[in-house]
Nanobody, 121 residues
Framework: QVQLVESGGGLVQPGGSLRLSCAAS????????MAWYRQAPGKQRELVAS???????NYADSVKGRFTISRDNAKNTVYLQMNSLKPEDTAAYFC???????????????WGKGTLVTVSS
């Protein structure tokens, strides 16, 4: 089995920064795309940013220029550096990954349980 565990959430003032981490563990052969999603209260889950195994990144328009996604393939870990945070960034942030497990012919999509980010003064 594969587990994704997020960390780094918390309370931050507007204009502040946070760095989220998500570590994947288990019987992993390789990981394709890794991504961060978020879900605010009463809203649908939305893609924040993604990064392929080759390093190609994609961002939601609302976070471009403020958030940076990166990954450490050796550690099976993805990061989200969030700067210039706004109250509207408040949400539960979820890690997502397409994982090819050892001995399995195709990749499965996995989710973490989420970490809460609150931006408030």
């Amino acid at each position: 089995q594969v587990q994704l565990v997020e960390s780094g959430g918390g309370l931050v003032q507007p204009g502040g920064s946070l760095r989220l981490s998500c570590a994947a563990s288990g019987s992993i052969f390789s990981i394709n795309t890794m991504a961060w999603y978020r879900q605010a209260p009463g809203k649908q889950r939305e893609l924040v940013a993604s990064v392929t195994s080759g390093g190609t990144t994609n961002y939601a328009d609302s976070v471009k220029g403020r958030f940076t996604i990166s990954r450490d393939n050796a550690k099976n870990t993805v990061y989200l550096q969030m700067n210039s945070l706004k109250p509207e960034d408040t949400a539960a942030y979820f890690c997502n990954a397409d994982v090819l497990r050892v001995g399995v012919m195709f990749a499965w999509n996995y989710w973490g349980k989420g970490t809460l980010v609150t931006v408030s003064s």
